[in-house]
């Protein structure tokens, strides 16, 4: 297939909108599939997974090809719930277009206006198909008009349902005022522009020509002189429209009852861009290339997916050039791959082909050198491709193996899953001794863990991870450390005098060397410094670490025999123990930055819960239908934020989060988490 006969579209939108159901019936219609597959029955090409059967939604994306007109579309269908963003992201890297599935009965959502965005960040053309007509509820009208406020002038509805809700029976296009009528048929039958609906389709129309013309200085002369542009003209000026993110169109449908799909499929074709108009992602380095199929290899891996039979299979874009079966391509970062067998996907199916063009999305499998982000060239050139902006993980649990036996199963499926996903982290928190694993939600972490037990049968038990507390001090005082003893033989003598006073927060430890004299001789100083800090981690009022300390060694005694570091060691630690009682120790917390976007009429309660939380909030602002509210809140008050903030706002809010700074615990809170150190150490 030549290039300018590809389409790449990416489905996206909001959970809930019906995208992969719209993707099933594109297939269906399309003749790619025999029996449209339904999300709920388990039946679906593109929700295979064992744990998108079980929730009936989409949790990764997927890729399936079809061919219209003699064209060739890639479909990627991918995940709407925020949890699962990373793979929302992914797919626009590698898609051509955009198609937002917005559901006429819930309307613009928090996700779709996120992706939104994104997609016009990465500069992917964008359309807009109404899905879900037919439901209850639904309503055109009112769904163009959220569209319109959301997105703004560049909305310009095509087409026109004819009847709403199950008593939705068809379809106009605006340009040509042809009415279709759907009767459970894979393609509409033309008939007569229904009355009912003529005047406000005369009105869409002129508004559509309208647009049209103003676009070219002779289509406006010919529209004054009474000649509408032809259908040819609408055609090219809509889809430069498109491509240069002037206008986005607006298709209506209803997948389970077939209707518009037909021309869905031909808008795609006839409307959407192709590969060779659509210039190459951003460049983290290296000059462009002009897509075609005569130049270099250039290709980017939007996804791996580890499997433990099959090994890493890659998923990739082709910008440049045309990819061969055991062609050896150059990993930008580094080193050289050789891809074996080629493979063009077919939902979970892998079918096998000998070669891959510009505008081409395949997959190789067991290349374990790639991972999501890579750029693959021809040896030679110096493209490095921008990877994909992945939003932080908001989510976090501590995990242990279940099973003792499993230690180094569990680290090799986490470095897998890692890998496969780039929203998922994995870090190791030192202070607390906790293996962390971090996500974009509860329900993300959860579905992680749940595949690692099917994939590498390695069960984890998970829980709420600790806090990272921190003491320090806010007065200064000072102590004699001594130590002494003597068993027979040669003893142990140190004798070290330092003054502990505060520093400023988040400044750190100091050591001040203040000896003169020689009464501590400099061989044994460090020894002073090195007690001292190991006291400091053992915390005073509840065994956190103590920051933000300046500690003076000032005087001290020795012995010349039974001297040794091991003595000043252990003086410093008896001088911190000594003085502790008189520095008036404090509990820091961890207060982190949130940034939190919900639909405005959640705002109250959104900001009523972050001063329950004993948080504060920094500033909001937002238009529309969305705010943005940014507020700093302590780290102990939101470890299961995501589900509290869906619980709050329907599923409707997002928000980011990282760690800011620490501040004086309140005394109350304090003498909880002091009560339940005390409890621990009984």
């Known amino acids: 297939?030549?290039?300018?006969?590809?389409?790449?579209?990416?489905?996206?939108?909001?959970?809930?909108?019906?995208?992969?159901?719209?993707?099933?019936?594109?297939?269906?219609?399309?003749?790619?599939?025999?029996?449209?597959?339904?999300?709920e029955q388990g039946t679906s090409l593109f929700d295979h997974e064992p744990e998108e059967v079980e929730r009936g939604i989409s949790l990764s994306l997927a890729v399936a090809t079809m061919e219209w007109a003699g064209h060739r579309i890639n479909i990627i269908d991918t995940p709407g719930a925020s949890d699962f963003a990373g793979d929302a992201r992914a797919a626009l890297r590698a898609a051509d277009m955009a198609l937002f599935a917005v559901s006429a009965v819930d309307g613009v959502e928090v996700q779709t206006e996120q992706l939104w965005d994104v997609a016009g960040q990465e500069g992917i053309p964008r359309a807009i198909v109404i899905t879900k007509l037919d439901r209850e509820r639904a309503s055109f009208e009112r769904t163009l008009s959220q569209l319109r406020e959301s997105f703004g002038k560049a909305v310009a509805p095509i087409q026109m349902p004819?009847?709403?809700?199950?008593?939705?029976?068809?379809?106009?296009?605006?340009?040509?005022?042809?009415?279709?009528?759907?009767?459970?048929?894979?393609?509409?039958?033309?008939?007569?522009?229904?009355?009912?609906?003529?005047?406000?389709?005369?009105?869409?129309h002129t508004s559509l020509i309208e647009t049209v013309v103003e676009t070219d200085d002779e289509l406006l002369e010919a529209y004054f002189e009474g000649k509408?542009?032809?259908?040819?003209?609408?055609?090219?000026?809509?889809?430069?429209?498109?491509?240069?993110?002037?206008?986005?169109?607006?298709?209506?449908?209803?997948?389970?009852?077939?209707?518009?799909?037909?021309?869905?499929?031909?808008?795609?074709?006839?409307?959407?861009?192709?590969?060779?108009?659509?210039?190459?992602?951003?460049?983290?380095?290296?000059?462009?290339?002009?897509?075609?199929?005569?130049?270099?290899?250039?290709?980017?891996?939007?996804?791996?997916?580890?499997?433990?039979?099959?090994?890493?299979?890659?998923?990739?874009?082709?910008?440049?050039?045309?990819?061969?079966a055991d062609q050896h391509l150059d990993l930008a970062r580094g080193g050289q791959i050789r891809l074996h067998n080629l493979y063009k996907l077919q939902g979970k199916e892998h079918h096998e082909v000998s070669e891959l063009p510009t505008g081409g999305i395949g997959a190789v499998a067991k290349v374990e050198e790639t991972r999501a982000g890579d750029t693959l060239r021809s040896p030679g050139s110096d493209v490095v491709i921008e990877p994909v902006a992945y939003p932080s993980p908001v989510a976090e649990v501590a995990i242990t193996p279940h099973s003792n036996q499993d230690e180094e199963k569990l680290s090799t499926a986490l470095h897998r899953i890692e890998q496969e996903d780039p929203t998922i982290r994995v870090s190791r928190r030192a202070d607390t001794g906790e293996t962390i694993l971090s996500g974009l939600g509860d329900s993300h972490i959860e579905v992680t863990l749940q595949r690692i037990l099917r994939r590498y049968g390695v069960e984890i038990d998970s829980s709420l991870p600790k806090i990272p507390y921190r003491e320090t001090i806010t007065r200064t005082g000072e102590a004699e450390g001594k130590h002494k003893k003597q068993s027979g033989g040669r003893g142990q003598f140190?004798?070290?005098?330092?003054?502990?006073?505060?520093?400023?927060?988040?400044?750190?430890?100091?050591?001040?060397?203040?000896?003169?004299?020689?009464?501590?001789?400099?061989?044994?100083?460090?020894?002073?410094?090195?007690?001292?800090?190991?006291?400091?981690?053992?915390?005073?009022?509840?065994?956190?670490?103590?920051?933000d300390v300046a500690a003076e060694l000032y005087d001290g005694k020795y012995h010349p025999v039974d001297s040794d570091e091991l003595s000043f060691r252990m003086a410093g630690i008896q001088a911190f123990r000594s003085a502790s009682s008189s520095l008036r120790p404090i509990l820091l917390e961890p207060i982190m930055k949130m940034k939190i976007i919900v639909p405005a009429d959640h705002i109250g309660d959104v900001m009523g819960d972050i001063n329950s939380k004993r948080g504060r909030v920094l500033g909001m602002e937002g238009e529309g239908t969305l705010r943005s509210v940014e507020a700093e809140v302590p780290m102990s008050e939101i470890q299961q934020y995501a589900a509290e903030l869906r619980s709050l706002t329907s599923g409707r809010g997002t928000f980011e989060v990282e760690f800011d700074h620490y501040a004086e615990m309140p005394h109350n809170e304090a003498e909880k988490v002091i009560a339940s150190a005390r409890d621990t150490e009984d």
Request: net charge negative; hydrophobic share 40%; no cysteine.
């Open 228 to 324: 509408e542009p032809t259908r040819d003209q609408i055609v090219e000026t809509v889809h430069e429209g498109i491509v240069s993110g002037t206008m986005d169109p607006v298709l209506v449908t209803s997948a389970d009852k077939l209707v518009g799909i037909d021309l869905l499929l031909e808008f795609i074709v006839d409307y959407g861009p192709n590969p060779l108009e659509r210039p190459m992602p951003k460049l983290a380095s290296g000059e462009a290339i002009e897509p075609g199929l005569e130049g270099p290899v250039v290709a980017y891996v939007f996804k791996t997916i580890s499997d433990p039979f099959v090994g890493r299979i890659s998923l990739f874009r082709i910008y440049s050039g045309t990819v061969k």
């Open 162 to 204: 004819i009847g709403a809700e199950q008593n939705l029976r068809g379809l106009v296009r605006i340009a040509s005022e042809r009415a279709y009528e759907y009767t459970g048929a894979p393609k509409g039958k033309e008939i007569e522009l229904p009355e009912e609906i003529a005047d406000q389709v005369h009105a869409t």
């Open 1 to 39: 297939m030549q290039p300018d006969k590809v389409r790449n579209v990416a489905l996206v939108g909001h959970g809930g909108s019906g995208k992969t159901t719209l993707a099933e019936a594109m297939l269906f219609v399309g003749g790619t599939t025999k029996r449209q597959g339904s999300v």
């Open 494 to 547: 140190g004798v070290a005098y330092v003054r502990f006073s505060p520093k400023p927060r988040g400044s750190g430890y100091e050591f001040i060397d203040s000896i003169k004299g020689g009464s501590v001789p400099r061989g044994f100083i460090p020894a002073v410094d090195k007690g001292v800090q190991e006291a400091l981690e053992r915390g005073i009022v509840a065994g956190y670490p103590v920051v």
